[in-house]
C-alpha cells in the first residue's frame, strides 16, 4: 500500500468529496493490511476517536475483544476482498467503551490495473432504528395476541377452557416466555393457569408470610391489585408485567405476562396487554354470570321436581345433597340442622365419608371448630386456604363452604368441601338458595308455597302455563312485565300477548317440546305486547316442570335493543356522512395513526386503504421533512385548543399538491380520544395564487431594474435589488447574475448567505450552458463547481443562460442548501430569466451607450482646445510679418498663407459649433 505512489491522490480525492457533517455516519479508509489512514470528523463524532488516536492503528480498534478474538475484523476484510463489497450488521466499540449497533459496509479498493490500494468503511449507527423496528414488533405481537384472544372469548365455553387458551395464546401468538393467571382470594394468589416452557416457576404467594411462602404484600401484583393498574418489573427470566383483572371496579385476579429480555415492554404495548386484560376480565366475568345462571336455572328445575317426588325424607335429601355437590364441583358435603348449641347432620356424602372413620357429625356449636364457626359468626364462611384443626379420623380438607340459614334459634345449614378451585360468593349464593328452599321443604310447606319462593326470589318475571298455553302462575315481576294484576292474568293463555308474527313460531316450539324437549331451543327471543299496547323486546327461557307444565322466565331486553337500534341508526348515519362527503375524512388517534379514512381521502392522496391504515400520518411519505415541524405543531395545537387549520405541502406520486386541513378534537367521556381530520384539495387554488405572487414579483423585480437603468445607475447597483427580491422569492441561498464580456462571464450582482470567498470561488466556475441539478448527493461524478456547491453546504443549482437576439448576455444562477429547491417556483425562474435577459441586454448597450457619450463629449472638447491653439499662433505670425518684415512680397505671401489657415480654421469653427449641437442632444438623451 505504501508503496503505490497513486494511493494518497486516490485517497484524499476520496475524502474531498465527503461530508463531514453526515449524521449517524462515519467514512474512513484503511490500508491493504487494515490500518487506519484516513479519519473525518464524522468518524470522529460516531466513534469518539479523534484522527490522531486511530491513524495508523488496526481498525480492530472498534470491535470488542470477543469479536476480535473470534476474527470477526479480519473476515470482513477477506469477504471484502473476494466479493468487492460486504455489507453487514454487527455491534462496534466507541472510545468510551460503549457499544452500538451499526450497518457495516466494507468496499475493496483498486487501482486501475486491479492491483488492491486500501478499504473503505462506511459506518451507520442503526440502534435507534432497530428500537424502532423492535417497538413495532412488540406492539404487532400485542395486537395479534388481542385478536386471538377476542377470538377465543367468543368460542371458548368454560372458563377454565378460556384461561389456559389465553395463557397459550400468549405465548404462542405473542411469543412471549411464560404466561400464567391467578385469582386473588381472601388469603393469597391462587395460579389457575399458565402457559410457556423453561425455568419460569409459578410463585406460591400469600398474604401473610408463611413457611414455604413469599408474603404477598410488597410485590407487583400486590401492586397491580392495589392500584389497579398494570406494574412492570424486571425478573431473572428478563421482564415481566401483572396485569390486573378488574370487573366493576373489583380485582378478582391478576395476568403475568414474562418476556425474556429486559426492559421491552414500551407504553403502547402495555396499553394493548392492559384492553387484553380488560376484555378477558369481562368475559371471565360473563362466564361465570352465565354459568351462574345456569346452574341457578338448574337448581330451580331440580328443586320444582325435588317438590314434587315421592320418596322418603333421607332419599329426598340425599337426592339434594347430591345436586348441590355436583352444582358447586365440590367432592362431598353433608347438610345438618341446629338448635341454640346443638348441630347434628342429616345426610352427608357416602362415597367420601367412606373414608371417615366418624360414624356420625354431632357436636356442641359452643365447643366445635370449622363448621360450628359459621353457625357462632351468624354468616356464610369460605376458606379456600390455611390449616384446618380437625378431630381425629376426619377426612383432610383443602377448603370449605359452610351457609347456614337461620329461623329463631334454629336452623338449617349446607356444608361442602374440597372443591378443586376456589370456592366463590356464586357458590355461597346458589348453596343459599338451596339451602332456604331445602329448609322450606324439611318444613313440609306445600308445592305451590315453594315455587312460589323460588319464583320470586329470582328477580326476573316467571309464570308457569299448562299444555293449553293458559297461565297458571306469575309473579310480581311478570306482573309489571304484562301491566296487569295477577288476577287477570291467570287463565290467560300467554301467546295472545305475543306479536302475531311469532305466535307461529312459539305455537311450533310449544309442541315440539311435549314430544321431547330436545327438539325445541331452550331460550329464543320474542316480541310481547303488554296489556297498555306497549312492545317489549323478551328473551324467553323454558323449562319443563312436568309433561304437562312449562316454566317460563321472560327477561326484558328491550332497553338493550333500543340502545342497539339508535347505535345502529346513529352508525348508518354517520356512514352516510362519512362516506358521501366529497372533501377527504382521516380519524386518527392521538398520536396521528390512521383509524379510518373515507373515499375522498383515498382519491386525494392516490392511495389505498389498508396501505395506510395503522401507520401514523407522518409517516405515509407525503409530507416533506422541513414540513415536518410545521405540521406537527399544528396538529398538537389542535388537540390543545380543540381545533386547528394549516395548509400544507404534500408530495402525491412525486407530484406537489397543497391541502387544506382542518383538526377536530373528539372527546369521550370529557377526554381526548381521537382527531377528525377534513381535508381538501387547494392545489389548483394554490397555483393561482403562486402565479399571481410571481407575476406580482416579477413586475417589481424588472420595475426596480428600470429604475435603476433610466436613474443612470451603475449596472451592478441596477441589479442589486433584483437578485435579492429573486432570492427572498424563491427562498435560496445563493442567487447571482453574470454579465457576458469579450474575456468571459463577469458577477455584476450577487445576494448570499455564503461566505463572499467562497461564493467568489462558485462564480468563477460557471459557464453559459442551462443546468439544473435537484440533489447533488445523488451524482456519480461531480464537476469542479459541483465539488465547491458540496464544500458550501449546498446541496441543488440552477444555471440559467440569458440570451437576447439568440445570443448570450449572460447567466441567472441559483443555488440552495434544500434538495428539489426549484421545484415550485421554476415556472417563475424560466419567465424571470426572458425578461432579465431583455433586461440585462438593455442595459448593456444603455452601459455602452454611455460610454460612447462621454468619449465623444471628451473628443469636441479636445477639438475646441486644438483650434484655439492653432488660432493664437496665427495671431502672432500675422504681428511678425507686419512689424518685421520689410518685404512686401514676402509680408503679403505670409498674410495670405495665414488668411488660408484662418479659412481652415473658420471651416473648423462650423464644425465644432455642429458638434456642440450633436453634444446637446447626447447629453438631453444619455447624459448625466
Not at 370487573?247 to 404495548?269: M, R, S, T
Not at 322466565?553 to 362516506?579: H, N, Q
Request: net charge negative; with cysteine; glycine share 6%.
Amino acid at each position: 500500500m505504501d508503496n503505490n505512489p497513486g494511493s494518497k491522490d486516490l485517497f484524499e480525492s476520496c475524502e474531498d468529496s465527503l461530508l463531514d457533517n453526515l449524521q449517524d455516519y462515519a467514512i474512513f479508509f484503511l490500508d491493504a493490511n487494515g490500518k487506519i489512514i484516513s479519519w473525518n470528523k464524522s468518524a470522529e463524532k460516531l466513534m469518539g476517536y479523534r484522527a490522531e488516536d486511530v491513524v495508523g492503528t488496526h481498525f480492530s480498534i472498534l470491535f470488542s475483544k470477543e469479536d476480535v478474538e473470534s476474527g470477526e475484523p479480519d473476515d470482513e476484510l477477506k469477504i471484502a476482498l473476494r466479493e468487492g463489497m460486504y455489507v453487514k450488521e454487527g455491534v462496534m466499540l466507541r472510545k468510551d467503551g460503549s457499544r452500538f449497533l451499526a450497518e457495516i459496509v466494507t468496499v475493496s479498493l483498486r487501482d486501475s490495473n486491479g492491483n488492491l490500494m486500501g478499504f473503505a468503511k462506511i459506518v451507520r449507527d442503526i440502534t435507534e432504528r432497530r428500537k424502532l423496528e423492535i417497538a413495532k414488533r412488540r406492539m404487532k405481537r400485542a395486537l395479534r395476541v388481542l385478536c386471538r384472544v377476542n377470538g377465543a372469548i367468543i368460542h371458548c365455553e368454560r372458563e377454565n377452557e378460556l384461561l389456559n387458551k389465553a395463557c397459550q395464546i400468549i405465548v404462542d401468538e405473542g411469543g412471549y416466555r411464560f404466561a400464567w393467571i391467578g385469582y386473588v382470594t381472601p388469603d393469597d394468589i391462587k395460579p389457575v393457569a399458565k402457559a410457556g416452557e423453561g425455568d419460569v416457576e409459578l410463585p406460591d404467594l400469600s398474604w401473610n408470610e408463611d413457611e414455604g411462602q413469599r408474603d404477598l404484600e410488597g410485590t407487583a401484583d400486590s401492586a397491580a391489585i392495589k392500584t389497579k393498574k398494570p406494574i412492570l418489573r424486571d425478573t431473572r427470566y428478563g421482564s415481566a408485567v401483572s396485569l390486573p383483572l378488574v370487573y366493576k371496579d373489583e380485582v378478582f385476579g391478576v395476568l403475568n405476562i414474562y418476556a425474556g429480555e429486559k426492559d421491552v415492554f414500551d407504553e403502547d404495548e402495555v396499553n394493548l396487554l392492559k384492553e387484553l386484560a380488560e376484555n378477558l376480565a369481562f368475559a371471565i366475568a360473563d362466564h361465570r354470570a352465565r354459568e351462574n345462571a345456569e346452574r341457578v336455572n338448574k337448581a330451580m328445575q331440580f328443586l320444582l321436581k325435588l317438590s314434587t317426588m315421592e320418596v322418603d325424607t333421607n332419599t329426598l335429601l340425599h337426592e339434594a345433597l347430591n345436586e348441590v355437590v355436583k352444582l358447586t364441583d365440590s367432592k362431598y358435603g353433608f347438610f345438618g340442622e341446629f338448635g341454640a348449641d346443638d348441630f347434628r347432620a342429616l345426610v352427608w356424602s357416602r362415597d367420601v365419608m367412606a373414608e371417615c372413620r366418624r360414624n356420625e357429625i354431632h357436636f356442641q356449636v359452643s365447643k366445635g371448630s370449622l363448621w360450628a364457626e359459621a353457625i357462632k359468626e351468624g354468616k356464610t364462611l369460605i376458606i379456600n386456604q390455611g390449616e384446618f384443626r380437625l378431630p381425629k379420623g376426619h377426612v383432610p380438607i383443602n377448603n370449605f363452604l359452610a351457609v347456614p340459614v337461620f329461623k329463631n334459634n334454629t336452623g338449617f345449614m349446607i356444608g361442602l368441601a374440597n372443591k378443586s378451585s376456589n370456592y366463590t360468593k356464586a357458590d355461597a349464593e346458589l348453596t343459599k338458595f338451596f339451602a332456604v328452599n331445602m329448609q322450606q321443604i324439611l318444613e313440609k310447606k306445600r308445592v305451590d308455597e315453594l315455587q312460589r319462593t323460588i319464583i320470586e326470589s329470582t328477580g326476573t318475571a316467571m309464570i308457569i302455563v299448562k299444555e293449553d298455553t293458559t297461565i297458571s302462575y306469575a309473579n310480581r315481576i311478570a306482573e309489571k312485565l304484562f301491566a296487569l294484576p295477577k288476577e287477570r292474568l291467570l287463565g290467560k293463555s300467554w301467546i295472545e300477548f305475543t306479536a302475531k308474527e311469532d305466535r307461529e313460531k312459539i305455537l311450533r316450539y310449544h309442541k315440539l317440546r311435549r314430544i321431547d324437549p330436545k327438539l325445541a331451543p331452550k331460550s329464543y327471543e320474542v316480541k310481547l305486547i303488554d296489556a297498555k299496547g306497549r312492545v317489549k323486546h323478551v328473551l324467553l327461557i323454558i323449562s319443563m316442570m312436568n309433561p304437562n307444565m312449562s316454566l317460563i322466565s321472560l327477561i326484558d331486553m328491550t332497553e338493550m335493543r333500543e340502545a342497539e337500534k339508535v347505535i345502529k341508526e346513529s352508525e348508518m348515519r354517520y356512514k352516510l356522512i362519512f362516506e358521501s362527503s366529497m372533501d377527504g375524512i382521516i380519524i386518527m388517534d392521538m398520536d396521528a395513526r390512521i383509524i379510518d379514512c373515507n373515499e375522498s381521502a383515498l382519491k386525494i392522496l392516490n392511495t389505498r386503504r389498508e396501505e395506510i391504515t395503522g401507520r401514523k400520518f407522518t409517516e405515509i411519505g407525503i409530507i416533506d421533512e422541513e414540513d415536518l415541524p410545521y405540521f406537527m405543531e399544528r396538529f398538537y395545537r389542535g388537540i390543545s385548543e380543540k381545533k386547528s387549520e394549516m395548509e400544507l405541502k404534500v408530495r402525491v406520486d412525486g407530484e406537489i399538491k397543497w391541502l387544506e386541513i382542518l383538526l377536530n378534537l373528539i372527546e369521550v367521556d370529557g377526554k381526548p380520544d381521537m382527531i377528525l381530520s377534513i381535508i381538501r384539495d387547494i392545489t389548483e387554488k394554490k397555483l393561482m395564487e403562486e402565479k399571481e405572487k410571481a407575476y406580482v414579483r416579477r413586475l417589481k423585480i424588472l420595475h426596480e431594474l428600470d429604475k435603476g437603468i433610466l436613474a443612470r445607475k451603475p449596472l451592478n447597483e441596477s441589479l442589486k435589488p433584483v437578485v435579492e427580491s429573486i432570492r427572498d422569492f424563491v427562498r435560496c441561498d445563493v442567487v447571482a447574475i453574470l454579465a457576458y464580456r469579450e474575456d468571459g462571464l463577469e458577477a455584476v450582482a450577487t445576494s448570499s448567505n455564503i461566505k463572499s470567498d467562497e461564493i467568489d470561488k462558485i462564480l468563477k466556475m460557471v459557464r453559459i450552458e442551462k443546468t439544473r441539478v435537484d440533489d447533488l448527493l445523488e451524482l456519480n461524478e461531480f464537476s469542479e463547481l459541483e465539488k465547491q456547491l458540496l464544500r458550501a453546504g449546498l446541496t441543488s443549482y440552477l444555471c440559467m443562460p440569458l440570451m437576447a437576439k439568440d445570443e448570450p448576455v449572460g447567466v441567472l444562477f441559483l443555488a440552495s442548501k434544500r434538495r428539489k429547491a426549484f421545484d415550485e417556483k421554476m415556472e417563475f425562474i424560466v419567465d424571470i430569466s426572458a425578461q432579465l435577459a431583455v433586461a440585462l441586454h438593455e442595459a448593456i448597450l444603455s452601459e455602452m451607450r454611455q460610454r460612447a457619450f462621454e468619449q465623444i463629449n471628451d473628443n469636441i472638447e479636445k477639438f475646441a482646445i486644438l483650434v484655439d491653439k492653432i488660432r493664437n499662433p496665427l495671431f502672432g505670425i500675422s504681428g511678425i510679418a507686419d512689424t518685421m518684415i520689410s518685404d512686401e512680397r514676402a509680408k503679403k505671401l505670409i498674410k495670405e498663407q495665414v488668411d488660408r489657415i484662418l479659412e481652415i480654421i473658420s471651416a473648423l469653427d462650423e464644425g465644432w459649433l455642429e458638434s456642440e449641437n450633436i453634444r446637446e442632444f447626447l447629453k438631453r438623451g444619455y447624459g448625466s
